[in-house]
């Protein structure tokens, strides 16, 4: 599109917007193929092919539709050039990707079921025009690329569907949430001046070894599920109950690299991001607004080129990747109010490790998470004060094994033992889709009360040859 066609096509906006909104005028909340259009000129004549059809309709609809396309009205108020990110927007649209939405629509209608299922994963509440525009940007308003993706989306969703997208978070985890956020810490917090939902981000503290002591690839995999199927998505639509001008289905992703390290960046976490990534581009196309990348350490640029490849180019365009406190505060607070943009990114929202810790359960007065690295003997000091007692789990897939005690951690020799030589190993399957082992450390004590040192002491049963990975998951609970 030329820049005068854009301005011509503001224009348009603009004077339509102006008649829906006089006085006598219906707002009836709806869109017709017209609506759709960026038009060249205000009160251009039409050619004679389109005069011959009914006003408002580049092509005669599926029969059993309605004329209107149901959406909540949106347009361009200002002048000037069109921001080139609302290309394929209702409002934004040629003729001939009008042309392409009308034949989308009657595609989508005619085949419905799971095809439509597929397309409307968000539920009704994003509207016809904002649905179907999202898709067709998707693959550039080419037909039959878009039919292509559907397809493929429905197939990809078909395992994940016949499970209600895994309602259950921790079911489809297959370990503590709230754990598992402590090691991959990842949150929703306020919305952005757009209305998004802002989701913030902090692989430069991700513990991939301590993640796979809990969970496996396909756990993360059905909790990804969880987390848009039923977090985001019930996000969106809560915030379209609020306010109904809400109509992008959008978010803001803010990625905090701080503390990221090179060995962060396994070929482990690289292929949970690739596989996560390649699910949200052919199910949720056109969702990210604007990711904002905080923190970033000078190697970052090397796996941003190899990340950058798995993401549609238009996606790329929209990160951005600022390494400055203050610059990154000051962009934050141009897209999100102060009172929505969390305390610990420069805002006055509620900080987001109080919003992490909400995935604790209510009872729990504190949560532990330490990785041991196991070759000869290790051992990690847990303190725990009056009123308060403690509760310690391992976590592992090591198949060597360690012998684990609990002692008093106050005294070098001679103090207390809590639990004595409990053989912790892991049998079976070493895949990264079988479970890990579990076990209970304080299970023949039951919960060890303050106050004092509480000491988790293992020793290898392999001696010095080899290291395993063995969490520590330690809760602190109000003594009742």
Not at 154 to 166: G, I, P, Q, S
Not at 381 to 394: C, K, L, Q, S
Not at 420 to 448: A, F, K, R, W
């Amino acid at each position: 599109m030329t820049e005068n066609e854009q301005e011509n096509g503001t224009a348009a906006a603009e004077t339509a917007v102006e008649a829906a909104t006089s006085p006598g005028a219906k707002d009836d909340g709806h869109w017709d193929a017209d609506q759709l259009q960026h038009h060249d000129k205000p009160g251009e004549k039409k050619t004679e092919d389109e005069e011959e059809k009914p006003h408002g309709m580049l092509h005669m609809p599926h029969p059993h539709l309605p004329h209107a396309i149901s959406i909540k009205r949106l347009g361009r108020k200002g002048k000037g050039k069109a921001d080139p990110l609302d290309w394929g927007l209702p409002g934004e649209l040629t003729k001939e990707e009008v042309d392409v939405f009308m034949k989308f629509r009657d595609i989508v209608e005619e085949r419905g079921g799971e095809f439509r299922n597929t397309i409307y994963s968000f539920g009704e509440e994003e509207g016809e025009a904002y649905t179907l525009c999202r898709w067709l940007r998707a693959r550039k308003f080419k037909l039959e690329d878009v039919v292509t993706m559907v397809e493929e989306a429905t197939e990809v969703r078909k395992d994940a569907r016949m499970h209600d997208f895994y309602p259950d978070p921790e079911a489809a985890l297959g370990a503590d949430v709230a754990v598992f956020m402590s090691l991959y810490p990842q949150c929703y917090s306020g919305v952005a001046k757009t209305g998004a939902p802002v989701f913030y981000s902090k692989p430069g503290v991700l513990n991939v070894d301590g993640m796979e002591c809990i969970t496996t690839l396909d756990g993360i995999l059905k909790f990804h599920w969880y987390v848009m199927l039923h977090d985001y998505a019930n996000r969106l639509r809560e915030q379209k109950a609020k306010n109904p001008e809400f109509c992008r289905f959008e978010c803001v992703s803010v990625i905090d690299l701080d503390h990221l390290t090179t060995a962060q960046l396994s070929q482990r976490a690289l292929n949970i991001i690739k596989t996560q990534t390649a699910i949200d581009s052919v199910c949720f196309p056109e969702t990210m607004q604007k990711m904002i990348i905080i923190n970033a350490p000078r190697f970052f640029s090397l796996s941003w080129k190899v990340i950058k490849g798995w993401i549609d180019p238009r996606t790329a365009s929209k990160v951005e990747i600022i390494s400055s406190r203050h610059a990154w505060e000051k962009r934050m607070l141009e897209l999100i109010d102060a009172d929505q943009l969390p305390s610990d990114y420069g805002g006055k929202g509620e900080d987001t490790h109080v919003t992490l810790m909400s995935n604790v359960t209510a009872d729990v007065n504190k949560l532990y998470t330490e990785l041991m690295h196991l070759r000869s003997h290790a051992s990690h000091t847990f303190d725990v004060e009056d009123g308060e007692e403690i509760e310690i789990r391992i976590f592992t897939r090591g198949t060597t094994g360690g012998i684990f005690s609990i002692v008093d951690g106050a005294t070098k020799k001679g103090g207390k033992t809590y639990v004595e030589g409990v053989e912790i190993q892991h049998v079976g399957p070493t895949d990264e889709n079988t479970p890990p082992t579990s076990v209970l450390l304080t299970e023949s004590t039951g919960m060890i009360s303050g106050p004092g040192k509480v000491k988790v002491r293992a020793d290898s049963k392999g001696g010095r040859f080899g290291s395993e990975n063995y969490l520590i998951v330690a809760k602190v609970y109000k003594k009742h």
